[in-house]
């Protein structure tokens, strides 16, 4: 079974540029999930999607974060423009559907670094 | 926000138990103690969770007590593969899991 796939692996770029993120989850979840990890603290969840609805977006910094998922499927996040602060790995989860054995399944992340 | 609440770091020698405490003690009577892992830049695997009852599975068990309050994560023979950083999770309503800082363990040679 394939997992979840994201690129890029590493993106570095000076501060106010934009960037994206790209995830494909494993094929038949339902549920989508990004996380932002800052070095040296845990993940924290970002916005959550339920096929191509918004679940979560309550920890999502709306004025420059933007996050969609087409059909349901491959999902992008988007910073625009980048802080400083932004600098951090952006992870992708995704999990079959809600239910009482809901795992989540992460990809390897894309490293960001903002200069 | 996390409902957890975890020692930062543990050592543990090789080839004995790791038992990794967690304490949840705001965690309603449907959800869930899950637990993850994350070795140095690669995302969180799972491990394990659990309702109320103890869970056993090829990687960890998972003891809970009779309040829910607390949980302990036991890794029966560490080997240096299992230094990570681990998570306690609570599966809030909705299908969120909210990440603490975790437990950085690390197993001596």
């Known amino acids: 079974e394939a997992g979840v796939a994201q690129s890029p692996r590493y993106k570095i770029i000076e501060k106010r540029q934009s960037v994206a993120f790209w995830c494909n989850p494993i094929s038949g979840h339902a549920t989508l999930y990004w996380y932002q990890q800052i070095l040296g603290q845990g993940p924290k969840l970002l916005i959550q999607f339920q096929n191509n609805g918004v679940v979560d977006d309550s920890q999502l910094p709306k004025d420059r974060f933007s996050a969609e998922r087409l059909k349901g499927v491959d999902s992008t996040l988007k910073i625009q423009p980048a802080k400083l602060e932004d600098s951090a790995v952006y992870l992708c989860?995704?999990?079959?559907?809600?239910?009482?054995?809901?795992?989540?399944?992460f990809g390897s992340g894309t490293q960001l670094s903002v200069l | 926000d996390a409902k957890t609440t975890q020692p930062p770091s543990m050592d543990c020698a090789e080839g004995r138990a790791a038992n990794l405490p967690c304490n949840h003690s705001?965690?309603?009577?449907?959800?869930?103690v899950y637990w993850y892992r994350q070795i140095h830049s690669q995302g969180p695997q799972y491990i394990i969770h659990g309702l109320k009852n103890n869970e056993t599975n090829e990687m960890a068990s998972l003891i809970i007590t009779e309040d829910r309050k607390s949980s302990t994560l036991i890794l029966p023979h560490a080997t240096l593969r299992d230094t990570a950083v681990y998570y306690c999770i609570v599966r809030v309503t909705g299908n969120q899991f909210y990440f603490g800082t975790g437990t950085s363990l690390t197993v001596i040679p």
């Open positions: 705001t965690i309603s009577g449907n959800e869930y």
């Open positions: 989860a995704s999990s079959p559907r809600p239910g009482t054995n809901e795992k989540l399944f």
